[in-house]
């Protein structure tokens, strides 16, 4: 399992149309992918659940991947969140 704390800088929050980016991004994936905010945990591969965090900028939000595919699910992950 490997873990990153990231901190959105976007002016705008995680509108759906990231959050379908990331979600279509990381269903490519074998591995299980967390985001954890606030002791709240969701499935990266969730719409819905990615949407409930309403992530904003200033916000810190810790990714968790844990398995086979793991570094390239978190690189992934990071480049989408941290990009868009």
């Given at each position: 399992?490997?873990?990153?704390l ?16 990331l ?7 074998e ?38 595919d ?15």
């Open positions: 399992m490997i873990s990153r990231v901190t959105m800088w976007n002016e705008e929050p995680l509108s759906p149309q990231k959050a379908a980016k979600v279509d991004g990381l269903s490519r994936f591995s299980r992918v967390l985001l954890e905010q606030d002791n709240k945990k969701v499935n990266g591969k969730s719409i819905m659940g990615l949407l409930s965090l309403q992530l904003t900028k200033g916000d810190s939000i810790l990714v968790r991947a844990d398995g086979r793991e570094t390239a699910a978190m690189e992934k992950a990071l480049d989408i969140l941290i990009k868009g």
